[in-house]
């Protein structure tokens, strides 16, 4: 049977002489209907909002400045994400669990330690193409989620610093092993290296990626003398 949602009636109630056995629809909430490219659709909103917020800063960012730079009503973007936190965190959760997990898909199988650091050091740097934005919000805006929000994203920044650290363990075992600490600098100080690329680098192309994350690793295998 079709509904006259303006009735709550069925279309044969009145073939029927008034009598149907279904019930009215009047007062019911009538869920919407999920578009087919709702996903590209969210994918885009996510990466225009990065850029808003990295430009604007999240506190000054409004949903209807996001709305207009996605090209969208205000209306429609509500429809994905019910506030501008929501939004916050979707970029973020979105950026880090995708990002963890591709680096996580770097197991080292069949490498030496440090064969395994410059293919790790590598993905890292083409991971971030394409990502400043997201990079520049995520040292931004995470203090400004909720206390669980926030844990879950660090969560996978912490999944992301013990697989470098294992890697940077097994290459000096005997240095690392007793000394947390240290081992903790190396490791924070390869992120450091990788993580603010994108300040100073004015060369977009994948080589230059390439051959910064062999510079990198050079360095921290053999210090500058080599």
Not at 43 to 49: H, P, R, S, V
Request: charged residues 25%; hydrophobic residues 35%; proline residues 2%.
């Amino acid at each position: 049977r079709n509904y006259c949602f303006r009735s709550g009636r069925c279309s044969t109630f009145r073939r029927q002489g008034g009598a149907c056995d279904r019930q009215p629809t009047e007062g019911i909430a009538v869920a919407r209907t999920i578009a087919k490219d709702y996903d590209e659709k969210r994918g885009q909103i996510l990466k225009t909002a990065a850029k808003v917020f990295a430009e604007s800063g999240f506190d000054r960012a409004s949903m209807s400045q996001l709305a207009k730079a996605c090209n969208i009503s205000k209306a429609n973007i509500y429809h994905y994400y019910d506030s501008k936190d929501a939004l916050l965190f979707g970029v973020l959760d979105t950026y880090l669990r995708e990002l963890r997990d591709r680096l996580m898909n770097v197991n080292g199988a069949g490498l030496t330690p440090a064969d395994h650091l410059r293919e790790l050091v590598n993905e890292v740097l083409m991971a971030y193409h394409g990502a400043d934005d997201e990079h520049r919000v995520q040292a931004a805006g995470i203090s400004s989620l909720t206390a669980e929000q926030q844990k879950m994203l660090r969560g996978y920044q912490r999944d992301m610093v013990e697989q470098m650290s294992d890697i940077v363990k097994a290459i000096t075992p005997a240095k690392y092993t007793q000394n947390p600490q240290r081992l903790l600098e190396t490791t924070m100080s390869i992120y450091g290296m990788l993580n603010w690329y994108y300040m100073w680098n004015r060369d977009p192309s994948e080589e230059a990626r390439i051959n910064y994350a062999k510079t990198v690793t050079d360095l921290v295998l053999n210090g500058i003398k080599d």
